[in-house]
């Protein structure tokens, strides 16, 4: 009841889903350093401080509320997922609140695909969708997994040939 939404569930009946994935890992990373690093800092401040209870429990909540935000944080990513069907492109995230991002594909007039030196050593890529005038709830998708993929199938979708009756002589 409160868990968010599965994502496959705004796919509609008539559409075919082609890709789904998270963004990359290393979105998260930042995140667990921070928080690794603030709790190493908070229990050498409780071990080198003097003993008392208002110490003592500053300490503990100020861990406790550390400890809260990074698994928020990687409650988020976890939650967060894209999905290219053969009509659109969907992003949902948020975990209390969910929000629902939605291009067609055919509105998509360019993509765009970058990759950093990071990028490409760790696996993840920017991919940049143009449409016709106007920008859209997915006008970039940062930290894309595996790029090449992606970007291949989106153009397949949106540049591919169109099936045409052969023509007469």
Known sequence: MLAPREVDEYVLPTERRVIRFRRHWVVIVNEVV???????????????L???????????YGGLLVLVKACYKVAEWWVEKVVITDKRVMLTQGVLTQKV??????KVTDL????TLNGR???YGTMIIESAGQIQALNRIDFLPDPEEV???????VFGEKRQ?????
Do not use: D, H, K
Not at 165 to 169: A, G, Q
């Open 34 to 48: 921070q928080a690794t690093v603030l709790m190493v800092i908070l229990m050498v401040a409780a071990g080198q």
């Open 50 to 60: 003097p003993e008392g209870p208002i110490l003592s429990n500053l300490l503990w």
């Open 101 to 106: 991002g939605m291009m067609p594909l055919g």
């Open 112 to 115: 765009t695909f970058e990759r």
């Open 121 to 123: 050593m760790l696996g």
């Open 151 to 157: 970007y291949e199938a989106i153009s397949e979708l």
């Open 165 to 169: 009756t052969p023509s007469r002589p």
